[in-house]
């Protein structure tokens, strides 16, 4: 009986908590949850695909960096354009983008196209995901920020998620295995899903804006130089983030390969990985963020983070399959982690500023990503590729960990401000 009362007080306090919550936030976590949820279907073959079709490990680094570095490039003027016009314009633009991504990659014949089909995606994840983080933050009141977050990681990666991969590799099984033909309709399938994904932003979401009498207008640079009055911690979080999405380049893109070319794992085992990654912020999601708004963001960052590390090692190590999918299961803390660190990026400026600030972050995260990526390659085929995934816990732990030591927390620092 206790335990029944338990479980009707938690989903009551949750669906408390999705009903003053703006319709826009709802609307954006129905759109975000539906494109990873396609994007989980094709991502254990994405970099197998690129080499079935003709790259080497240092081509595949370029594939990955050319598309980062672009989307980093043009981040701030994404944000600028987000502050000025409002999100719709750049979210629907983003969409797009991404559809004509999965598009190229359907009918690419050599891997020199997927540079194409990559570089369309990170731009139409940059105007998507850029649209998405900015009515995340500014919709979010402070004490619910890390729960909003989470809850939208738990059910889209998490979720989904779980069903995407599995479903996946059934789906490569039928078209012949994981090869070019076999990954290929996979592709199509995500064209589609990111089509009416397209539909719904166009008919559902509003373009509300956030402004300030003080609004840097026209003056881009300007406009970003506003951002920055805002204290050195800003300065000091970019290398902190910047660092924190190496994985982007140097761990995301290359264990897959690992696990496949190095390991031997198959299509299932693949598949497994996945969902073990997604099943952490299913189970770990919203304990997390609510923990992170009760006891503060830092103190979660350093519990989950390690668990990334130990998932890098036990890859590194794994003598069969199923400690293949623990090493993809822990690998998971990494949305974890990101999703608490994404709550401090948004605490440190007020709302008006918010796409600006975002797009020099992706500036600084993707470029740095970027040359991880190409970095990656030739440590994979110059040195040895476990030593990718031992280069990634060296920079965390003798760079990242310390410069976190010494950022304030940022639970109430938005509240702070305001109050003054």
Known sequence: MRITETAIGTIAKAIGFLRRQPRDWKITVVRSSTAIFFYQLIFPYLSIYTIALGATATQLGIVNSAGMAIAGLVGPLIGWLIDRTGVKRIYLTGIFLLAISYLTYGLAQSWAIVIIAMTAYWLGNAGAGHSCSVICG????????????????????????????????????????VNVSGIRPLFFLCLAGTIATFLLILTQLSNRRWESPGDAGLNFFKGIGEVFKQGRNLKR?????????LPMGMLLPFTQPFAHEVKGAD????????????LVPLLFGIPAGRLA??????????????????????????????????????????????????????????????????????FCRLLLAAGGAYLSGIIWDNVGPQYVFLTVIGLDLFIRIPLLIGMPETLDLRKSAEGK
């Open 138 to 177: 500014n919709s979010l009141a402070n004490e619910d920020r890390a729960t909003g977050m989470s809850l939208c990681e738990t059910f889209a990666s998490g979720l989904l998620g779980i069903a995407a991969p599995m479903l996946g590799a059934l789906l490569v099984a039928t078209f012949g295995g």
């Open 293 to 362: 708004d009760r006891i503060g963001r830092k103190k979660v960052l350093y519990l989950t983070i390690p668990l990334v590390w130990i998932s890098s090692l036990i890859l590194i190590w794994a003598p069969s399959s199923g400690f293949l999918v623990l090493a993809g299961i822990l690998q998971g803390f990494y949305f974890v982690s990101g999703v608490i660190a994404g709550a401090m990026t948004f605490e440190l400026v007020p709302p008006e500023q918010m796409g600006r600030w975002l797009g020099v972050s992706r």
């Open 237 to 245: 979080w970019l290398v902190i983030s910047s660092i924190g999405s």
């Open 267 to 278: 299509q299932y085992v693949l598949g497994a990985m996945v969902t073990g990654f997604a």
